[in-house]
């Protein structure tokens, strides 16, 4: 019998010892311990904390789901998806926030101080103007801030470009007017001239567009004047523009095209496109539209009509209407004799513009008639008319009385404010605005002879040594029998004379003129400056004249052998040398004149002040 061996071991599967072998594995290695958790920094974001939905597996072609689950998207909004997981966490969006609001707020801030500042300018540039160019207090706010920004425009130096934009200018003034004019604003009692009421008896043939201005105050009557006559300024300049009504811009008449300028003008670079002329209207009425306002309505002095006519006056002379300018100017010499004294005839002779010598009366206005008159002749070629009219007021003003200057004694009190209380001045006037100025002299008084009325006396001997100077070869002796002499040389030394003789007037008095009478300093620097130039080119032409007749004279006595014209020789080289002496002595004299108007210049710029001239 066989013996049958029993095995102990019982029998396994190969997977059980696998199992069981890696039980035991596990309990022989050493314990791991648990690692502590590290601090979370704060600029890192967990999962948890993602604002948008992350998906629970990577974005992987095979593991996509079908199409029967979802419906594939676009692979940018995937993308675009994922990077937003990325970027807009929780506390990004609040950083964000917090940048966005501050931003606001400093764009808010910085907006409006630049807006403070600008305000801050403008005021400034208002009150400087308001000083120069005081406005009536009795007018609205809107009408004094529209007069004084049509002052400040016509300057150049407002614009970047340069350039005035009269179209701007024009809009403003119309504007101004129609209030000033409209009885529901600034004129209250402000009514229209009866048609049967001939306001005008020295010329009633005109018509009459003005207004009855007598119950308004000589301020508000003043700034109307400076408004009519502004409008007129602004007119002339737009003489020959056109406005296109659809792009609401102005253009010449010579780019517009149409039937009535087959051939216009191509418009500049970089500007609008030409207007066709079924769209464009007049910029601006014409000057006498205004000026004529001015002449027929009533209420104004004599001052303010002479001063309109002659400013229509010289529009005509500048348009070329010789005839109808010298109607005008005679109608400005009515004006001012009809408001002479009564018992003062023959002052003026109605038909020459000549003062008499015997006239006991003569007005200012009476004087800038004729000056007027004068330069209307002289810039037409009629010189023997110019002439007489400019000899006859030199005399008048000659004649004029001279002022008596009382020297008051110097008082104890009398001294000079320190340098707190010139402070303390100064911030008083720049807060309380100065009052408005007194009226202006009507001209009607007989003038004295001030400073400013000499250098208008330097101006008129300007006016006849050039002349003279230009008449030379054209006048005889008999129409000019002012120098003995009546040949051509004798006559441009008579002219040059006169000349210098205004130069040194107008240098003299432009030196010695006291205080702050910035109306004779402007006037004797205009008339140095004239002056000047027309010394030099007197000069100029005189030496060139000398220098060809020096040539023609050795020339001519080239005939009579070597010996004759050697001794000749010297006395026109010794002429012409006279000459350059003169030209340089001229050259001289301008530039000691040209430091003096600067001089001037500075001192103009000086009396505005620091503050101004920071914002000028």
Known sequence: MTIRQVNLIPLRSPIARILSSRRLLRQIQPPVHQRQPTPRLFTQNSALLLIARILPRPELPFLHDTPAARPLQPIARAQFRYQLARLLTTERKRYWKHELKNSVKYIIYI????????????????????????????????????????????????????????????????????????????????????????????????????????????????????????????????????TDKTMKLSFPKEVVVGPSNPRPRPVPYGAAEAPREENCIPSAPPPETFYLKILTSVGFSTRQRLDAALAYADWLDFKGLSTTAEEMYDWGLDIAMGALPQGINNVVD?????????????????????????????????????????????????????????DPAPSLGNHQPSAVGGFFTWIKSMIISPPYPPAPATGDEAPIRT????????????????????????????????????????????????????????????????????????????????????????????????????????NADRRFGWFWNWASAGKYEEEERDWEREEALVRERMRSARRLLEKEEWKGQKNEGLLWMLFK
């Open 111 to 242: 907006g409006l101080m630049i807006g403070l500042i600008n305000v801050c300018i403008a005021g400034i540039f208002h009150e400087k103007l308001e000083r120069a160019h005081p406005t009536p207090s009795e007018w609205s706010f809107w009408s004094r801030h529209m007069l004084r920004s049509c002052i400040g425009l016509e300057d150049p130096n407002v614009e970047s470009s340069g350039l005035v934009n009269w179209a701007k200018i024009d809009s403003i003034y119309r504007q101004l007017l129609k209030r000033l004019e409209d009885p529901s604003k600034d004129g209250k009692g402000v009514l229209p001239i009866d048609k049967d009421n001939k306001v005008q008896a020295d010329r009633p043939e005109v018509a009459q567009p003005g207004l009855d201005l007598s119950s308004k105050s000589e301020p508000w009557r003043r700034g109307y004047h400076a408004a009519l006559m502004g409008a007129a300024r602004t007119a002339e300049h737009l003489d020959g523009w056109v």
């Open 350 to 406: 109605t038909s020459t513009g000549i003062i008499s010598n015997e006239a006991k009366f003569v007005s200012a206005n009476l004087l800038d008639a004729t000056n007027a008159l004068a330069v209307h002749h002289a810039r037409n070629q009629n010189l023997a008319i110019a002439l007489p009219i400019f000899l006859s007021e030199l005399r008048a003003r000659r004649n004029l009385s001279i002022p008596v200057i009382d």
């Open 451 to 554: 400073q400013i009325a000499v250098c208008k006396e330097a101006a008129v001997m300007a006016h006849i040594g050039e002349i003279l100077f230009a008449s030379s070869k054209n006048i005889s002796r008999q129409q000019l029998p002012l120098t003995g002499k009546a040949d051509s040389s004798s006559q441009q030394r008579s002219g040059l004379s006169w000349t210098r003789d205004a130069v040194d007037i107008s240098e003299n008095v432009l030196l010695t003129i006291r205080g702050n009478d910035q109306e004779a300093r402007e006037k004797c620097a205009e008339c140095l400056g004239v002056g000047m130039e027309n010394w030099t080119t007197m000069v100029h032409t005189m030496l060139e004249d000398e220098k060809l007749a020096t040539l023609s004279r050795k």
